[in-house]
Nanobody, 123 residues
Framework: QVQLVQSGGGLVQAGGSLRLSCAAS????????MGWFRQAPGKEREFVAA????????YYADSVKGRFTSSRDNAKGTVWLQMNNLKPEDTAVYYC????????????????WGQGTQVTVSS
């Protein structure tokens, strides 16, 4: 079992920045990719970003490319999502999740999920 605890998020004005954190604990001895997803009210959950175990590979949804950056420190068991130039349409509950699957870069094959954190961007 892997436990993911998220922090960060909150309320910010459009154009502002936030950083989300996702700390992993438990059976983390196997290498895993980490993905970020979000779900806005009345909408389906969507893939936002993902980062490989080494951190050398990252993938982003077109809607956040150039504005969001994911990074990780495996020694600390923590992954971050830096969100810049936030827009009202970024408002959603954000989730981190682990993947041991080869499909991680396509937003598939995620097993363990964080509790979610609210991001609200005001116009």
């Amino acid at each position: 079992q892997v436990q993911l605890v998220q922090s960060g998020g909150g309320l910010v004005q459009a154009g502002g920045s936030l950083r989300l954190s996702c700390a992993a604990s438990g059976h983390t001895f196997l290498p895993y990719a980490m993905g970020w997803f979000r779900q806005a009210p009345g909408k389906e959950r969507e893939f936002v970003a993902a980062i490989s175990w080494s951190g050398d590979s990252t993938y982003y949804a077109d809607s956040v490319k150039g504005r969001f950056t994911s990074s990780r420190d495996n020694a600390k068991g923590t992954v971050w999502l830096q969100m810049n130039n936030l827009k009202p349409e970024d408002t959603a509950v954000y989730y981190c999740a682990t993947s041991y699957s080869s499909t991680w870069s396509r937003g598939l094959g995620y097993d363990y999920w964080g509790q979610g954190t609210q991001v609200t961007v005001s116009s």
